[in-house]
């Protein structure tokens, strides 16, 4: 049974950063996609960022581009969102997903294309 959990999320100034985790259990293989998304209160979950299965290729939302990084840990089995000069804008329940299989064609930004999810952590930035 495929697994992510989510962690890191918290209370941070604007201007600070976090790093979330998100750790995959119950695969035999790191060969899939992964992102991040993003819902925030009374508004649809939204795509914030995107990693291929050989960490070659990334793909980020305009709104975070060039403040969020993501990156993969595959001994830990483990993607992390490193989220900086944050903004109250950025408060959310963030959430990661996989997709089953590489991706070869490129990382989508929709929902539908990744199959397991996991809880969300919330992130909160304060003014």
């Known amino acids: 049974q495929v697994q992510l959990v989510e962690s890191g999320g918290g209370l941070v100034q604007a201007g600070g950063s976090l790093r979330l985790s998100c750790v995959v259990s119950g695969r035999t293989s790191s060969s899939y996609g992964m992102v991040w998304f993003r819902q925030a209160p009374g508004k649809q979950r939204e795509f914030v960022g995107a990693i291929g299965y050989d960490s070659d290729s990334t793909n980020y939302a305009d709104s975070v581009k060039g403040r969020f990084t993501i990156s993969r840990d595959y001994a830990k089995h483990t993607v992390y969102l490193q989220m900086n000069s944050l903004k109250p804008e950025d408060t959310a329940v963030y959430y990661c997903?996989?997709?089953?299989?590489?991706?070869?064609?490129?990382?989508?930004?929709?929902?539908?294309?990744?199959?397991?999810w996991g809880q969300g952590t919330q992130v909160t930035v304060s003014s």
């Open positions: 997903a996989a997709s089953k299989g590489p991706l070869y064609n490129g990382l989508p930004r929709q929902m539908v294309s990744y199959n397991y």
